[in-house]
């Protein structure tokens, strides 16, 4: 759910989503919109990960292909894919 919020919120035309526990370095928001600027074909841009801890590296390649953080989706992709999928949660 959180994860969606701003995606219904926004009105911007790039989504992006940051987990509470993670950090953008200063360039990975202007890389991603110069990105999608320059090829409009693309629907979403994705940047590499740093890890603060240890990582196998297939498991940081795995996060780096399955994790949203590293993204940035236009908002005509994410609103034609309708969002993340409804999640049910312990408080509802």
Known sequence: WCREVP???AEE???LYLDADDIYYPAHISRIVA?????????YFKTRMAF????????????EHLSP???GVRRLVHDL??????????DQ
């Open 7 to 9: 995606g219904l919120r």
């Open 13 to 15: 035309q790039v989504i």
């Open 35 to 43: 990105e999608l600027d320059a090829s409009p074909h693309l629907g």
């Open 52 to 63: 603060t801890i240890p990582v196998h590296p297939e498991w940081q390649v795995q996060l």
């Open 69 to 71: 953080i590293n993204a």
């Open 81 to 90: 894919v309708g969002g993340f999928p409804p999640q049910e949660h312990e």
